[in-house]
């Protein structure tokens, strides 16, 4: 079964730093690009940073430039974000996510999600 | 950055009837659009992707039209599980963006 299981989420005081894991299996996970997706609570869908499949090219939202690093590990089937100077609006559901093969257009697998809380 | 913007907010329908929603992008996106359904406390669902492709596993009463700056998504015949939020999203450029959503509810 392909799956995507993230990782990380915590309560975090303005400023701080986490980083979120997501363990992709059932799929050969060198062959996707992937992305992060955030969905603040009520609120709709955000695309946080991107990575290509060989982990060269990456691409951030201007919200989360120079905080955010998307990274992955190819030999451990692991996407990374690494979240620092994290702002009360960083508050929301990540979604690890796996862009579609062939077309950069779909995203067709979601992880369930974990939860970032930024609060004092 | 190009701006999705969905119509309507809201649509409610009974089951059967046929939904049509729409997505208009700031600047031509080509046909790098796709639509996505989610539920409540679920992740998002990809249903079409290049603007008319069906996603694996989607019912055929789903179809996607449209190319550059208009977009369309129609349900050709509700059933009680495609009551929820729908969400378009384009990746002609980066930054990727989404459209703000729009609720099929139950009339």
């Known amino acids: 079964e392909v799956q995507l299981l993230e990782s990380g989420g915590a309560l975090v005081q303005p400023g701080g730093s986490l980083r979120l894991s997501c363990v992709a299996s059932?799929?050969?996970?060198?062959?996707?690009?992937m992305r992060w997706v955030r969905q603040a609570p009520g609120k709709g869908l955000e695309w946080v940073a991107a990575?290509?499949?060989?982990?060269?090219?990456?691409y951030y939202a201007d919200s989360v430039q120079g905080r955010f690093t998307i990274s992955r590990d190819n030999s451990k089937n692991t996407l990374y974000l690494q979240m620092n100077n994290l702002r009360v609006e960083d508050t929301a559901l990540y979604y690890c996510?796996?862009?579609?093969?062939?077309?950069?257009?779909?995203?067709?697998?979601w992880g369930r999600g974990t939860t970032v809380t930024v609060s004092s | 950055e190009i701006v999705l913007t969905q119509s309507p907010d809201t649509l409610s329908l009974s089951p059967g009837e046929r939904a049509t929603l729409s997505c208009r992008a700031s600047?031509?996106?080509?046909?790098?659009l796709a639509w996505y359904q989610q539920k409540p406390g679920q992740a998002p669902r990809l249903l079409i992707y290049?603007?008319?492709t069906r996603a694996a596993g989607i019912p055929a009463r789903f179809s996607g039209s449209g190319s550059g700056t208009d977009f369309t998504l129609t349900v050709s015949s509700l059933e009680s599980d495609d009551f929820a939020v729908y969400y378009c999203?384009?990746?002609?450029?980066?930054?990727?963006?989404f459209g703000g959503g729009t609720k099929v509810e139950i009339k």
């Open positions: 059932g799929f050969t996970f060198s062959n996707n690009d």
């Open positions: 990575i290509h499949r060989g982990g060269n090219d990456r």
């Open positions: 600047q031509s996106v080509g046909k790098s």
């Open positions: 290049d603007a008319s």
């Open positions: 999203q384009q990746r002609r450029n980066w930054p990727l963006t």
């Open positions: 996510v796996r862009v579609i093969d062939g077309s950069p257009s779909g995203m067709d697998v």
